[in-house]
Structure formats: C-alpha cells, structure tokens
C-alpha cells in the first residue's frame, strides 16, 4: 500500500504522488507571534510535524516551510499597549513559540519565513495579480476582486451567494465587494509601515503566506496544512490570489486538522477555557501532550481533559519503562539461546507484522491512533519476551531496539533518554547517562561497605534530578522519570 491523504480540495482520499520524483514541498501555517501559542495551534504544529517525519521515513527529500505573521492588527495592538515596537514583540514571543514547540518535540521548519522581511515579494505579487485584473487599489488599499475570480469558493464548497450571507464592509474598509479582502492596507497614523507604489502601508494576512510560500517552494506545491478554521477565509483567499499571481495550480493537496475542544466546548477566551501550550505543559509532561494529540485521527475533533492527558502520560511512562527495561536487561540478560523453540525468530515475525501494520496505518492517511496502537503492541511483545526468558540473544535486543527507535523517529512519543528540565538552575543540568551509571556503582560501593547514609544520599540525589533507582536480584535499574 502506498500513502494516501485526504485532500480537502476533493474531499476523498488519494494516493500521494509529488508533483516532483523524490521530492516533496510542503507549507503549514505558523503563528501570529503577539502571545504565547494556544494548545489548540499545538496540535497542527505536531500532526503535521509527524507527516512531515513519515514522509523523509518513505525516503522523500522534504522541504518544510513554516512562517511567522510577525505584522497584523493583533501585533500592533498589543504592541501599542505594551509600549514597544512590533518587531521587538515579534522577537520575543518567536523565542517562546520556539521553547514551547522544541519541548513538544516539534521539529523546526527547513525554512521560517517573516512577513516583514519579504515585501518586496509581497508587493511584486499583488502587482501581478493587479496586471492580470483580479485587484484594484482604492485611496491607498489594495482588494482582490473576488467576482473576477470563478473558482472562488472550491476548496470550502461554497458559492458566492452562499459566502456573501454574512458578509460586510468593516468600518475604514474602502472595498467596492463585501466579499473582496484586502491585499495591502493603507497605513493608519501609529502604524508599521513600508513603501509601495501604492503608498505607505502592509500586507493583508493571506498575502503573505501566498509570497512566501512560493518564493521558497514555487508556484504550485505538494501539501499545504493548517487548522480546520483556517480553510475559510485565509486558505480559500491563499488560493485565489497565489492562482490569480501566477496562472498555475497552487496547491495539491490540501490538509486541515479537526478542533481542539476544551471540556467537549470549542476553546475560545469568552467562554473562559482558553489554555497556551505554555500552560498546558506546567500541567502535564510534554510527551504526554505530544501523544495525546496523536492517539486520535488529525482529521477528528479532539477534547483536551485532564482524564485523556493522564492517560496519556501513563503511556508515555509505559514507552519509556519498555526502552529501558530493554537496556538493563542487554546488559544484564544476554547470552545464549533462549531455550526450545522458535524464538527469537518468533518474535523477529511478530515485530515483521508490526511493522507492517505500522505503515498500513500511517498510509492510510497517516492514521496515527492506529500507529500509537500499534506502538503499543510493539511494547507489549518487547515485554513478553523479556518476561518469559531469562536468557536472550543479542538478535533479540538489536531488533526490539531498531523497532522502537524506528517508531519513535516518526511518532516522537518515547523521546531523547534524557529529557530537558526547563526549572533546574545552571547548576542543576540533567546528569548524563554515564554519570548515573558511576554513581549508581558508587552507591553500591556503599552498600557493600555498610554505608547506608551515603547510599540513601546519592539515591535521594538521583531522585532529585529524575532517575528513579529500583534494586532488584540482577542488580540497580534505573529509569528517568518524564
């Protein structure tokens, strides 16, 4: 079976072919950096950073491209509140969406485009799609003609008539069309603002992805992705200009997660359950999180409640043991052939199915509940093995280990053996493998020597950093606690 997505542009799935052998161009949709990002963003920046891992997993060269709105009302306003200029805020909250995405294991993007560093290709778009007839500028602004565009209204399957219910002329807007949209806005007094040849002012949002997203992957790219609410108005507009600019397809397959609900509601600030990814992960584990925004289909709404999370964390727990327990046991266990029968070959067929059943989920539209399920069934015969037989030959360890480090490259549920502690001082770094290993033979010196004060000091002080110590007939375990 080969990769199939679910393409919201023709509402079916299809198998994936890149426009180019070997080669995949991809854009997702970052965030407007005037906040810390809210858990509901979360979940498209790790869906899709998943896609993004499974399709170099398949030996795609992938070019990933996630921007920055660093320019819009939501900057300036709060900006102005604050006393600071927009690009000093920017600054700021990309460092913080940085540490919360590094801590959610999301990957970072090939390419992290800011609007206000690409005017120049902003405004050359606009130009175009003036040229070609689709925009005209009104004292200063500059709309898109939305009734001079046919195809308006086909990626979230609605007409003209149908999107101009609701429809209106915002206060200052000078368009001829409740349905246009601005491509660039004339500059307010206070505001940023860039020379163009229609006077000061700064892009509309949906310009600047259309800009950028060419600019670094051409004018029609494989997979553009984003949250469900953004198919309408911003990737709909994305459409009609980036074609309007250029007369070629822009996009082939596009791809939008499902809601995140909070207590089964749509999260939203006036119904007061809003939650930043900051916040949700001083609560829970980020791997915790990381897992939960993946044991459901991206295409499904999904509820973020304390019940789901601890589950999740329990599993991630359960990961990790299985990881380690595998280490202690390479250490402490190999040897000779296991016994009569079959095994390891057994075991070898078992993880073979696996595996398979593995990229038959995620082929099919990178299932990654069923993935996670599978995982977990990886786990579970890991943990049979080393139940059942007290001796295991290294073919044993050297497969279980490849399954799990395989799994986890694309998933990112189980995590570096050594997960940061962002609350420890300088001078409290996470002790390295090698490190604990020493100590623990040092507190087993201690032991021996009937030093019981040092023995309970260093496992306290272990207990301190997140390794937990567990005695047993074979010798001291030891296992980081997430």
Not at 221 to 250: C, K, M, R, W
Not at 452 to 458: K, L, M, V
Request: hydrophobic fraction near 40%; aromatic fraction near 10%.
């Amino acid at each position: 079976m080969s990769l199939t997505l679910y393409n919201d542009l023709t509402r079916k799935k299809e198998p994936f072919v890149p426009l180019t052998p070997g080669r995949v161009t991809f854009y997702s949709c970052g965030p407007t950096v005037y906040d810390f990002f809210h858990i509901g963003n979360a979940r498209p920046f790790i869906v899709f950073d998943v896609l993004r891992r499974y399709l170099e997993h398949l030996g795609y060269e992938v070019t990933f491209v996630q921007n920055f709105t660093d320019i819009d009302d939501k900057m300036i306003q709060r900006a102005h509140s604050e006393g600071i200029e927009v690009s000093d805020l920017a600054a700021r909250f990309i460092g913080e969406y940085y540490k919360d995405a590094d801590a959610l294991g999301i990957r970072r993007a090939d390419v992290a485009p800011l609007a206000t560093e690409h005017m120049p290709e902003i405004i050359g778009t606009i130009e175009r799609i003036i040229e070609r007839g689709h925009a005209y500028v009104s004292e200063g602004d500059v709309y898109f003609d939305v009734r001079s565009w046919p195809g308006y209204g086909r990626l979230c399957k609605q007409g003209l008539d149908e999107l101009e219910v609701g429809a209106r002329v915002e206060v200052g807007e000078r368009k001829r069309d409740p349905l246009d949209f601005a491509l660039w806005k004339a500059q307010k007094p206070g505001e940023p603002a860039w020379d163009s040849p229609w006077g000061k002012g700064r892009p509309g949002w949906h310009i600047e992805c259309s800009a950028m997203s060419s600019k670094y992957l051409g004018t029609t790219i494989d997979i553009h992705s984003g949250g469900v609410d953004l198919t309408f108005p911003h990737h709909e507009n994305e459409i009609a200009q980036s074609e309007a600019a250029s007369g070629e397809p822009f996009v082939r397959f596009w791809l939008h997660n499902g809601f995140l609900l909070i207590d089964k509601e749509k999260m939203s600030k006036s119904l007061g359950n809003f939650m930043t990814a900051r916040a949700a992960r001083q609560k829970y584990p980020p791997l915790a999180i990381r897992l939960f925004m993946l044991g459901a289909h991206y295409r499904s709404p999904i509820n973020f409640a304390p019940e789901g999370l601890e589950q999740a964390e329990r599993g991630v727990t359960r990961l990790r043991n299985c990881r380690a327990d595998l280490a202690f046991a390479r250490r402490t266990r190999m040897g000779g052939e296991p016994g009569a029968g079959s095994f390891p070959a057994d075991f070898l067929a078992e993880l073979k199915r696996l595996d398979d059943d593995f990229h038959a989920a995620m082929d099919d539209d990178f299932n990654t509940a069923a993935a996670v399920g599978v995982l977990f069934e990886v786990v579970k015969a890991i943990n049979s093995g080393l139940k059942e037989h007290p001796s295991l030959p290294a073919a044993f360890f050297d497969a279980a280990e490849a399954e799990l480090a395989k799994i986890d490259g694309i998933l990112g549920v189980i995590g570096p053996e050594e997960l940061p502690k962002e609350e420890e001082s300088a001078g409290e770094e996470a002790l390295g493998d090698a490190e604990v290993e020493r100590l623990i033979e040092e507190r087993c010196a201690a032991r021996k020597a009937k030093d019981f004060a040092r023995s309970d000091e260093i496992r306290a002080m272990l207990a301190e950093r997140g390794v937990v110590l567990e005695d047993t007939p074979q010798g001291t375990r030891w296992k980081r606690e997430i």
